[in-house]
Nanobody
């Protein structure tokens, strides 16, 4: 099966930076997109940033100019560089991949377990 594991969360000061990583493993033939979402308790999960296999990237308006998503296709890994963090960035961050797997050549949607990011002085 496919496994998605995030790392890099933690506590940052306002104005500080953190980098999240997400690695996918398993019987993956190809990955069409990799994305980061975040969710605060009591709120809906929202898309933060995404990148496709063709290199297209997209960002939520709230993080444009501050966050950068990048991927290493060979390592099946996606990163989220977060700069100029503020309290509104506090949330659990989830990694999502859309991939085609070996079993039945199916396309699947896989999520990581989430990593907490807290911005606080």
């Amino acid at each position: 099966q496919v496994k998605v594991v995030e790392s890099g969360g933690g506590v940052a000061l306002p104005g500080g930076s953190l980098t999240l990583s997400c690695a996918a493993s398993g019987n993956i033939i190809s990955i069409s997109s990799m994305a980061w979402y975040r969710q605060d308790p009591g709120k809906q999960r929202e898309l933060v940033a995404a990148t496709t296999s063709g290199g297209t990237t997209s960002y939520a308006d709230s993080v444009k100019g501050r966050f950068t998503i990048s991927r290493d296709s060979a390592k099946k890994t996606v990163y989220l560089q977060m700069n100029s963090l503020n309290s509104e960035d506090t949330a659990v961050y989830y990694c999502n991949i859309k991939a085609r797997i070996l079993v039945g050549l199916r396309e699947i949607d896989a999520w990581g377990q989430g990593t907490q990011v807290t911005v606080s002085s």
